[in-house]
Antibody, heavy 119, light 110 residues
Framework: QVQLVESGGGLVEPGGSLRLSCAAS????????LNWIRQAPGKGLEWVSY????????RYADSVKGRFTISRDSANNSLSLQMNSLRAEDTAVYFC????????????WGQGTMVTVSS | QPVVTQEPSFSVSPGGTVTLTCGLS?????????PSWYQQTPGQAPRTLIY???TPSSGVPDRFSGSILGDKAALTITGAQADDESDYYC??????????FGGGTKLTVL
């Protein structure tokens, strides 16, 4: 079954850290770039981070640059997002989404994992 | 970072046609931005509708179509149905692995 499944969300205090994971299955992992996209409660979608199919290229939204680190593990077909120095405004559902080079679309999404930053 | 603009809300009658747009705060949207469109209902992950301006994603009904209208990307729903009532998001590819979402349009079918 072709799917992306996120995990690792939860409640964390401001300034804390959390690591999200996204397990991929049913497709050739190395053929796709991967992204994290988030949605704050009652708000719209916000692109957060990108990692290329090779893993050598990474990009971040200005809102998370210097605090979040994206990575991928081809051996385990998984994507991760290390989130440090968390702020209240990072509270959101975090989705992982894949895409193919030269097409520039998020063609499959996971179901999301909720991150709440609060004391 | 550039701002991608969408109508906050829109209303359409059942069976009617509606066009949602996706613009840039400064400049025009062209095919070079590879505009794509997503549909989302509350509590669900987004569903991909259209990519590369006008290519429908697999399984998307042909009442959904994409285009460039003037200086904006557009999503047209022809023959709207009750279950088209959703939030619709466009996203533009800025190059170099960076995307920007619009704020979304809440579509009401009544």
């Amino acid at each position: 079954q072709v799917q992306l499944v996120e995990s690792g969300g939860g409640l964390v205090e401001p300034g804390g850290s959390l690591r999200l994971s996204c397990a991929a299955s049913g497709f050739t992992f190395s053929d796709y770039y991967l992204n994290w996209i988030r949605q704050a409660p009652g708000k719209g979608l916000e692109w957060v981070s990108y990692i290329s199919s090779s893993g050598r290229g990474v990009r971040y939204a200005d809102s998370v640059k210097g605090r979040f680190t994206i990575s991928r593990d081809s051996a385990n077909n998984s994507l991760s997002l290390q989130m440090n120095s968390l702020r209240a405004e990072d509270t959101a559902v975090y989705f992982c989404a894949r895409g193919k080079d030269a097409v520039y679309v998020f063609d499959m999404w996971g179901q999301g994992t909720m991150v709440t930053v609060s004391s | 970072q550039p701002v991608v603009t969408q109508e906050p809300s829109f209303s359409v009658s059942p069976g009617g046609t509606v066009t949602l747009t996706c613009g840039l705060s400064s400049g025009s949207v062209s095919t070079s931005y590879y505009p794509s469109w997503y549909q989302q209902t509350p509590g669900q992950a987004p569903r991909t509708l259209i990519y590369s301006t006008n290519t429908p994603s697999s399984g998307v009904p042909d009442r959904f179509s994409g285009s460039i209208l003037g200086d904006k990307a557009a999503l047209t729903i022809t023959g709207a149905q009750a279950d088209d009532e959703s939030d619709y998001y466009c996203v533009l590819y800025m190059g170099n692995g960076i995307w920007v979402f619009g704020g979304g349009t809440k579509l009401t079918v009544l």
